[in-house]
């Protein structure tokens, strides 16, 4: 009797779990809120849903004692909370890892897209692998195969990570190189038009170029510039050819 009163328990913790997280989302999504809650509404959602999830398979694990399943056999009653503790740690990986991938993505907001598109994704597998590994051994699952497979998964993490910071690195290098070349060649106050971009310079910084037009002001990324046919008037003949 107790184990049909578990799995309802189980049942009605998803089905509470389920509406604990629509409620979530809803309220941390609304426009008054903050934008860092607005920002973590999924991982908040996910977090309301395994709470009342987790109380859920916590009370059901109480109801399974072997006073109350001696009609089932030792082997199911042996199991039985194994699979259940298992269930609760793949649970709190899944929590770990969709708070940490939102943070991760909020804390690479200025770094390069190709990084910030992939990291946070990769660090939340990551984490669940490992969540992965202590639910196996919690059913005592051999978890050799497992380990190596998250040891590669954690190889290929760094390497990708590594990889995407060296492609995002050579794009801000090519930049960087591209300002020095361009304030070699101009100067601020000098008339410059290319493409679309018809106005004065205002400022060369490390990665961009300022310019002001007629009624905006544009930044105009270095290696972009320095790639396209620069028609210029030095800020001196700009001055003289007013006078």
């Known amino acids: 009797m107790n184990a049909l009163i578990a799995v309802g328990v189980i049942v009605a913790g998803f089905v509470l779990g389920s509406l604990a997280a629509a409620l979530a989302r809803r309220f941390s999504s609304e426009e008054s809120r903050p934008e860092g809650i607005r920002n973590?509404?999924?991982?908040?959602?996910t977090l309301a849903f395994s709470v009342v999830l987790i109380a859920a398979m916590v009370t059901a694990?109480?109801?399974?004692?072997?006073?109350?399943?001696?009609?089932l056999s030792d082997d199911l009653l042996?199991?039985?909370?194994?699979?259940?503790?298992?269930?609760?740690?793949l649970i709190m990986g899944n929590i770990v890892g969709a708070i940490a991938e939102t943070g991760v993505a909020r804390s690479l907001g200025h770094v390069a897209p190709a990084v910030r598109q992939r990291v946070p994704g990769l660090v939340k597998?990551?984490?669940f692998g490992f969540a992965l590994i202590v639910a196996a051994n919690q059913l005592g699952i051999d978890t050799t195969?497992?380990?190596v497979a998250v040891q590669a998964l954690f190889f290929s993490v760094g390497l990708s990570v590594a990889l995407l910071s060296g492609l995002g690195g050579r794009d801000v290098a090519a930049k960087v190189a591209a300002g020095r070349a361009l304030r070699q060649q101009l100067n601020v106050g000098d008339e410059v038009k290319f493409g679309d971009v018809d106005g004065v310079v205002a400022a060369i910084g490390s990665t961009s170029m300022q310019v002001t037009t007629a009624d905006q002001v544009l930044l105009v990324p270095n290696d972009e510039a320095l790639a396209s046919s620069i028609w210029v008037i030095p800020a001196e003949e700009d001055q003289d050819g007013r006078n």
């Open 61 to 71: 694990l109480g109801l399974l004692s072997r006073d109350s399943l001696d009609q």
């Open 145 to 147: 195969i497992i380990t």
């Open 40 to 45: 973590s509404a999924s991982a908040i959602a």
């Open 125 to 127: 597998w990551a984490i």
């Open 78 to 89: 042996d199991f039985m909370p194994k699979l259940l503790s298992a269930a609760i740690v």
